[in-house]
């Protein structure tokens, strides 16, 4: 905990020696890479804005990182151009690319000190030894490491190495920094705590950054946009928000947040909404994430998130539409509740209940039902 | 129970002491007497040890001794640096190529070592007059221990690079050092150990070695064991132990200066 709030210090005094960089700008386009025979990645295209923080996120083998490898020039892909401010760089081998890697498993140089570890790519960059000890020392300070300059990798902890992998990348200033899953080797607490100041970090240099993890929660916390990316193509690009209240289809409702999907048929157009009804009769106003209007009767799903749904007595008249279904499983975890419902047609939604302590939770196969505030779905074509 | 355990556990101690004792007596006994051979009068030394004289060491260091065992260390030398360079090369190379070609590749340049070394020195021979050559000499001598200094070198390297991560190789990369840098900042260093290691067993293999230089020393390029194998054909005298014990000091102090670079001991003895 003390380090958090050592670094955050040290982060602010130190925004004076460094000078805050305007950071660059990425391009891919058309980015295509096939290995033994399959396609990894499908023309892919995106922008990264200067001091941007971009996440690629999506289950293994989905192309993220052979993506980021190709952005740091590990992989060169079979087609398309990468830009760094403005300059093709896709031929440039990984030496000559102004960005800087966090590896999921840190990638100390074990033989050298944490001082040389830093220093490392400033002398490949031929910067004169006295500035190298002083922006050293800064990037030390700024990832709350001060004074470790001369032990040895294997003398930290799990969590001070990654630091250092961290103050490695950023000394270098470099144009964009990659980072590839670089919280997934710690445990819990350790990676809540570095997300954060990783994102500080991040904020106060200004620096231009992909990171790539297949961990929902780093991304929506991290990230200011957010690519989910499925066999090798973006399935929505957009700000956390967006992704998580807006997903465009079913796998991105899916791999981001907890989701209810139901299943229902289109009715009619309303505005920027839509009525769809549900299996059980009741009808439903919704919003719906995209053109072309779907003609009536279509099958569709609707997203419903668990916090968005209630749990009313089965006695009250219901101001909103309702689903009625009996309680499978209960799951109290004390800020939240979780209650699975089943209803009908088998299947089950989950209904998330906040700060339980005041209200009764119904048991194990008690009748509940389940109040569906208006406009809370979200329409997704199949 | 306890103190019946503690006592098993003493019991334990003093066998594993004694035995290592032993072992060690075992090692070095035959040196020592080799050590006492040279620095007592006697043509048969006598025992128990009575009395004490350097005479032989007089016959020894002479240049008829002298020479001979300068050329062993400098072929030993040379084909040290050449066993290094290309053992390691093709560690290296084996260490990062896919299984299957590695482990037929590693057997074909550590084959060497399973042939008795008396039919690879006839086999150069007959290799060399084939071509109508007729040279013996030095070169000829290098080139035969670089054949059975690569395979030690690529063994011992092999296993050094086991530990260097090709990820610290990628990271180093990443950070604006070329694939010549990368390797002379990053791999070199972490792979010194096992480099030292094969350079101490090349040099060894080819500083004592007897039956691979056999058929190939002329009689004006003889190495120091040809040298005392010849001279014991017809004679005996207690300056060859004198001779034997340089050698051993010259090989003593190289082993020593290896062990201060590198933790050597890590690497024989497991990390």
């Given amino acids: ?382 | 129970m306890k103190n019946n355990r503690g006592s098993i556990a003493r019991a334990g101690n003093a066998l594993r002491n004694v035995l290592l004792v032993l072992t060690m007596f075992f090692v070095t006994v035959p040196m020592l007497v080799v050590v006492w051979t040279s620095i007592q009068p006697n043509t048969y030394p006598k025992f128990p040890p009575t009395q004490f004289s350097l005479k032989w060491w007089n016959e020894a260091l002479t240049g008829e001794w002298m020479r001979p065992l300068a050329l062993s260390a400098e072929i030993a030398g040379i084909a040290t640096i050449i066993s290094v360079i290309l053992g390691s090369a093709a560690a290296y190379a084996l260490a990062r190529s896919n299984s299957r070609a590695r482990t037929m590749l590693e057997g074909f340049l550590t084959s060497p070592l399973l042939l008795p070394e008396i039919v690879i020195s006839l086999a150069v021979l007959q290799f060399i007059s084939m071509f109508g050559g007729s040279w013996l000499g030095p070169e000829l001598l290098i080139a035969a221990h670089v054949t059975i200094g690569i395979p030690f070198v690529v063994r011992t390297v092999g296993v050094s690079l086991v530990g260097v991560d090709p990820l610290w190789e990628r990271a180093a990369y990443d950070l604006g050092a070329s694939r010549l840098r990368t390797f002379f900042t990053i791999t070199l260093p972490l792979m010194k150990s096992g480099i030292f290691a094969g350079a101490l067993f090349a040099f060894i293999m080819s500083f004592n070695n007897v039956e691979l230089s056999l058929f190939l020393t002329s009689r004006s390029a003889t190495t120091l064991p040809i040298k005392i194998l010849n001279y014991m054909e017809f004679e005996y005298s207690p300056s060859l132990a004198a001779v034997a014990v340089t050698g051993m000091a010259g090989i003593l102090l190289i082993a020593v200066i290896a062990s201060r670079f590198t933790r050597m001991t890590d690497f024989i003895g497991g990390r």
């Fill in chain 1, 1 to 382: 905990m003390s380090i958090t709030q050592n670094t955050r210090h040290n982060a602010q005094s130190d925004t004076s020696d460094t000078p805050v960089r305007g950071g660059s700008s990425v391009a891919l386009r058309d980015i295509r890479k096939s290995l033994g025979g399959s396609t990894i990645v499908h023309k892919l295209s995106f922008d990264v804005q200067p001091s941007e923080f971009l996440t690629l996120l999506g289950p293994s083998g989905c192309g993220k990182t052979t993506t980021l490898n190709m952005v740091a020039g590990f992989i060169s892909p079979d087609s398309g151009s990468i830009i760094l401010d403005d300059e093709a760089v896709t031929s440039e081998p990984p030496n000559k690319r102004d960005s800087t890697m966090v590896f999921q498993q840190y990638a100390l140089f074990p033989h050298l000190t944490i001082g040389e570890n830093i220093a490392y790519g400033l002398k490949n960059r031929k910067v004169p030894a006295s500035e190298i000890r002083k922006r050293v020392d800064g990037a030390l300070q700024r990832v709350g490491l001060d004074g470790q300059e001369d032990r040895y990798p294997k003398q930290l902890s799990g969590g001070q190495q990654q630091r250092v992998a961290l103050a490695r990348a950023i000394v270098v200033e470099p144009k964009v920094l990659l980072l590839d899953e670089p919280l997934s080797n710690l445990d819990l607490k350790l990676r809540e705590q570095l997300r954060l100041e990783i994102k500080h970090l991040q904020r106060d240099l200004g620096l231009t950054t992909i990171f790539v993890t297949h961990d929902q929660t780093e991304a929506l916390v991290m990230s200011d946009r957010i690519a989910v990316m499925r066999d090798g193509r973006i399935e929505q690009l957009g700000t956390p928000a967006e992704i998580y209240n807006s997903p465009s289809n079913e796998f991105v409702a899916g791999f981001v947040g907890q989701s209810n999907l139901v299943d229902a048929k289109f009715l009619r157009r309303d505005g920027d909404r839509c009525i769809v009804e549900l299996n059980d009769g009741t009808q439903v106003s919704v919003r719906i994430s995209a053109e072309p209007t779907p003609t009536s009767d279509t099958p569709i799903r609707v997203l419903f998130r668990p916090e968005s749904l209630h749990l009313i007595d089965t006695t009250e008249d219901a101001s909103s539409p309702s689903i009625d279904g009996h309680a499978l499983e209960v799951v109290n975890e004390g800020d939240n509740a979780t209650v699975e419902v089943e209803i009908s047609g088998g299947k089950t939604i989950t209904v998330r209940v906040p700060d339980p302590s005041g209200t009764v939770l119904p048991v194990p196969g008690d009748s509940v039902r389940v109040a569906i505030p208006s406009e809370t779905g979200l329409a997704l074509l199949t």
